[in-house]
């Protein structure tokens, strides 16, 4: 029996990912046509033996994410909770709070994926390397290779090439140490708690010496929940013979900024043709014209004279008039551009500012107006055109 832990955050974190989240919870926010965390629970209904899917985040309950647990769970045929957190408690600390609900049932093992990583989920690759291992109580990161300079910005694993066991781990270093870079997708057993208990434990006896020294400790009871995955729990297992790296060749990117949506979207949508391709817009006699991978929603209204992609996802409810060009966007739904309009960019993979148009909900653009990597915030309705400019 297997579980699945996706940790969703809150909203006191991802604030590069603002404005769009204003009006979009992130893990909802559509990628390649669906919500976001959609693209994990997917891919873990696809491993065998899956039991039951946890979402771990301090996101308050609201209806729309009520409304999408539900759909997911009639959809996917699985049951799939969400454990709200009292504060934010850390990768490490949300798992290990709510450690109970997770060993319920007792599954041999678990999955836990950030949210805001696009993959193609080698999960029952991961689990077939785990068991290779031979160690039952072993765990695996899934990792893949980044450049020199790209590695800085992530975290850092150095492997034995042979065995793959990870011997030293550094999170965002300073200067180089690796080029392969923690995918923040993972497979623990339920012994990953002993080493997490281990970090909260010593956490509370500093934070208890500290307060007998009369050092200052705000909130220090809570302090001593807040753990790092990363931090705190991997550079302490690395050279331990605990803990292994399964390397991916398959696609990933983290989703940390809007540019990053439009990327990991264009990622998905290339692999609807062999996993989804009723998402697919086809070229159809009638219809607009099609150019490479583009998702349109069932109740979008598309003038036929359209020309839509590549790397095209319209939102519910959209309306696109005649002669309209998009290409490289996301349009929210709700959206209306009107006749002859344009929305166009250019992205260019893994750079540190890509050039982005994404449309928020219920925007109203008019006719024969060009938006250039632009951000409109939702319920805009602007009457020119725009060139690199976020409007508010």
Request: a positive charge.
């Amino acid at each position: 029996m297997l579980k699945a832990v996706i940790l969703i955050g809150g909203p006191q974190k991802g604030t590069r990912f603002r404005p769009l989240s204003f009006e979009v919870p992130k893990p909802l926010f559509p990628v390649a046509g669906v919500p976001m965390i959609q693209h994990h629970i997917e891919a873990c209904t696809k491993v065998p033996s899956m039991k039951e899917i946890l979402l771990v985040g301090f996101y308050q309950p609201n209806e729309a994410l009520s409304r999408f647990l539900v759909s997911a769970q009639q959809e996917f045929k699985i049951p799939i909770r969400y454990l709200q957190e009292y504060a934010a408690l850390g990768t490490g600390g949300g798992i290990y709070h709510f450690r109970d609900q997770i060993l319920s049932g007792s599954p041999e093992a678990f999955f836990v994926l950030n949210a805001d990583v696009c993959s193609a989920f080698p999960l029952p690759e991961m689990l077939a390397f785990q068991q290779q291992r031979g160690d039952p109580h072993s765990f695996v990161m899934l990792g893949t290779t980044a450049n020199r300079k790209q590695s800085l910005n992530y975290g850092c694993i150095v492997a034995n090439t042979e065995t793959c066991e990870v011997l030293h781990y550094v999170e965002k270093p300073s200067t180089f140490v690796s080029e392969i870079i923690n995918c923040g997708i993972y497979l623990f057993t339920p012994a990953i708690f002993q080493h997490i208990g281990e970090v909260f434990q010593r956490t509370q006896q500093e934070l208890l010496l500290g307060t007998c020294l009369g050092e200052e400790s705000p909130n220090g009871w809570q302090r001593a929940e807040v753990i790092r995955l990363e931090q705190d729990v991997f550079t302490a297992l690395a050279g331990r013979g605990k803990l292994y790296v399964y390397k991916t060749d398959g696609f990933w990117s983290q989703i940390k900024s809007a540019g990053s949506a439009i990327y990991a979207s264009r990622l998905y949508l290339s692999q609807y043709s062999q996993c989804h391709p009723e998402r697919l817009a086809p070229n159809s006699p009638g219809g607009p014209t099609i150019r490479g991978n583009v998702y349109i929603h069932p109740t979008a209204s598309i003038d036929r004279s359209a020309v839509l992609g590549p790397n095209v996802s319209i939102g519910k409810g959209v309306t696109v008039g005649a002669g309209v060009r998009v290409r490289e966007s996301i349009i929210l739904h709700g959206a209306s551009l009107q006749d002859h309009t344009c929305v166009l960019n250019s992205i260019r993979p893994l750079t540190a500012h890509r050039p982005i148009t994404i449309l928020g909900c219920n925007v109203t653009i008019p006719a024969e107006v060009v938006i250039l990597n632009s951000i409109v915030l939702p319920h805009k309705e602007l009457s020119r055109s725009f060139k690199n400019q976020i409007i508010l």
